[in-house]
T-cell receptor, first 114, second 111 residues
Framework: DADVTQTPRNRITKTGKRIMLECSQT?????MYWYRQDPGLGLRLIYY???????NKGEISDGYSVSRQAQAKFSLSLESAIPNQTALYFC?????????????FGPGTRLLVL | AQSVTQLGSHVSVSEGALVLLRCNYS??????LFWYVQYPNQGLQLLLK??????LVKGINGFEAEFKKSETSFHLTKPSAHMSDAAEYFC?????????FGDGTTLTVKP
């Protein structure tokens, strides 16, 4: 089945470490997104990409960077992790042919920064 | 810029009772509106979306939502709650390819 996958599903790291979260999709969608979810705050957009050569900051991009290695792959990096980056991270995709831009989400990566 | 407000972070209903989850939005252009559902330990999945074809939108699992432009609302309802409806629900507005999500409403269903 077409799918959005995220690796790892869970990660514990220490303050100051660099880590990468990966997202892959087999839906053939052009658009990909990274969100973080915190209790009571809904989902907030970190970065988004409408195609391989297009990268845009979202509302909370500070402390994060991304790489769109291919149409199907979109990675999120924390250059120097800090405890307030502890959160649930979601990757999502949407199809530019879909006028309503419905989003399809991966299962999430739970990150704990000690 | 667009915004979404979900009224009530927690809603509790009895099994078989009406479910009403409230969502109000703000957008300077006609928005696309969505409800997503998140079951425990899962990602979000689409419940329904407003596409301007009809103001009353039917989704999966018996849910529906009504778009009311005059009230800038897109409330989610289900006539009879089931235990399996227990989840977190997010309203979202999409403009220019970017989605803004509400803070979420956790629905608890009591037996």
């Amino acid at each position: 089945d077409a799918d959005v996958t995220q690796t790892p599903r869970n990660r514990i790291t220490k303050t100051g470490k660099r880590i990468m979260l990966e997202c892959s999709q087999t839906k053939g969608h052009d658009r990909m997104y990274w969100y973080r979810q915190d209790p009571g705050l809904g989902l907030r957009l970190i970065y988004y990409s409408f195609d391989v050569k297009d990268i845009n900051k979202g509302e909370i991009s500070d402390g994060y960077s991304v790489s769109r290695q291919a149409q199907a792959k979109f990675s999120l990096s924390l250059e120097s992790a800090i405890p307030n980056q502890t959160a649930l991270y979601f990757c999502a995709t949407s199809d530019r042919e879909d006028s309503w831009m419905t989003q399809y989400f991966g299962p999430g990566t739970r990150l704990l920064v000690l | 810029a667009q915004s979404v407000t979900q009224l009530g972070s927690h809603v509790s209903v009895s099994e078989g009772a009406l479910v009403l989850l409230r969502c109000n939005y703000s957008s300077s252009v006609p928005p696309y509106l969505f409800w997503y559902v998140q079951y425990p330990n899962q990602g979000l999945q689409l419940l329904l979306k407003y596409t301007s074809a009809a103001t009353l939108v039917k989704g999966i699992n018996g849910f529906e939502a009504e778009f009311k432009k005059s009230e800038t609302s897109f409330h989610l309802t289900k006539p009879s709650a089931h235990m399996s409806d227990a989840a977190e629900y997010f309203c979202a507005v999409t403009v220019a390819g970017k989605s803004t999500f509400g803070d979420g409403t956790t629905l608890t269903v009591k037996p």
